[in-house]
């Protein structure tokens, strides 16, 4: 059905937060949601992790497919799986996406529980802190106290680069890409 080197049928999953998530802008999300994907196995130390950060046009399906009729794989799939450059045997790897995005986590389109209807034009402006910030408190949920790696191209490389300031001891390597 798939290459032996693809990660195959993958389901996103969601993470639901009630604990306010303060923003750079000086406002903050009340509560917020943030979908993503994994991929491969976390090891018994936690210490195989790799978070992959898309660019701006990107979104939290990074590789594999979500239907088996799906012609497209996910947008890095050609990196991550087994015997990839992403290897999946090795790394289990995390793809977020980002807050304000439209591929599922809280963004314009959700509904702001403050008024009940949708955020649209008053959604905070959202900075690559506030992307980094929210993805912490992911790995923190999945008990991942430091990655492997932090990896992301564009504006992925901007969000590996702010991890490298902002959580230093929370990853191992750096991979900014453009």
Known sequence: MFASNSVGL?????????????LASGKQLDEYDLVYETYGELNTAKTNAVLICHALSGDHH?????????SKPGWWDAYIG??????????????????????????????????GKPWAADFPRMRV????????????????????????GSLGGMQAMRWAL?????????????
């Open 166 to 178: 902002e959580y230093p001891q929370r990853l191992r390597h750096c991979v900014a890409i453009a």
């Open 62 to 70: 990074a590789a594999g497919y979500h239907r088996p009729e799906d």
């Open 82 to 115: 087994p015997g990839k450059p992403i290897d999946t045997r090795h790394f289990f790897v995390i793809s977020s996406n980002n807050l304000g995005g439209c591929s599922g986590s809280t963004g314009p389109r959700s509904t702001n529980p403050a008024t």
């Open 10 to 22: 993958i389901t996103p999953q969601r993470q639901h937060y009630s604990e306010p998530l303060p």
């Open 129 to 152: 802190r506030d992307w980094v910030n929210s993805q912490a408190r992911l790995a923190d949920t999945l008990g991942i106290e430091c990655f492997a790696a932090v990896i992301g």
